[in-house]
C-alpha cells in the first residue's frame, strides 16, 4: 500500500500501477501467439469449389498427378507405387523439377481415411500447394 509523503494526512493512494498488468498481459499475448500454429493437427488443402470454371494449367510448369484407384491402386503419371514408396518418388519428381504443380485425383469410392493418409504424406515431404481434381457438378448430374 503506498502512502502520500505529507505527514499530516496519512491517507491510502487509491491509484492503481497498470504497468506490471500490461508486461504480463503482452507476454502472455506472445506466448499464445507462438503456440498457436503448433496446436494445428488438420492438413491444409487448397480444394476447389465444385461449381465453376475449370482451371487452364500453366504450360511452364510440369504437372505431377497422383491418381488413387477404386481398387486403391496408387499411380503416380500412370506409374503403379505402393504408399510406402509414395514419398520418394514424389521426392524424386519435386527434385527434378521444383516447380512441378501436384494434382490429387482420388475415385469416390475410396475411403476418405486413405485419400488423408496420401495427402498427409506429401504434405510432410513439403508439398504446401497441392491440387485436388474434381469433376464439373453438370457434368456429374448428367
Known amino acids: 500500500m503506498a502512502f502520500n509523503t505529507n505527514r499530516r494526512h496519512r491517507t ?25 500454429p503448433m496446436m494445428q493437427q488438420g492438413i491444409s488443402v487448397d480444394l476447389p469449389e465444385a461449381k465453376g470454371k475449370s482451371l487452364d494449367m500453366p504450360r511452364e510448369t510440369e504437372a505431377f498427378f497422383i491418381n ?29 523439377n521444383p516447380v512441378t504443380e ?10 476418405y481415411g486413405r485419400v488423408v493418409r496420401i495427402m498427409s504424406i506429401l504434405t510432410d515431404i513439403g508439398i504446401g500447394n497441392l491440387n485436388v481434381v474434381t469433376t464439373a457438378e453438370e457434368a456429374a448430374s448428367g
Do not use: W
Open 12 to 36: 491510502a493512494m487509491s491509484e492503481i500501477n497498470v504497468t506490471p498488468l500490461v508486461d504480463v498481459m503482452l507476454v502472455l499475448l506472445i506466448i499464445f501467439m507462438v503456440t498457436a
Open 68 to 96: 488413387v484407384s477404386g481398387q486403391g491402386t496408387i499411380l503416380i503419371n500412370d506409374q503403379p507405387v505402393t504408399e510406402d514408396k509414395l514419398a520418394d518418388a514424389v521426392r524424386e519428381a519435386k527434385a527434378k
Open 102 to 111: 501436384f494434382y490429387l485425383r482420388s475415385d469416390k469410392n475410396v475411403p
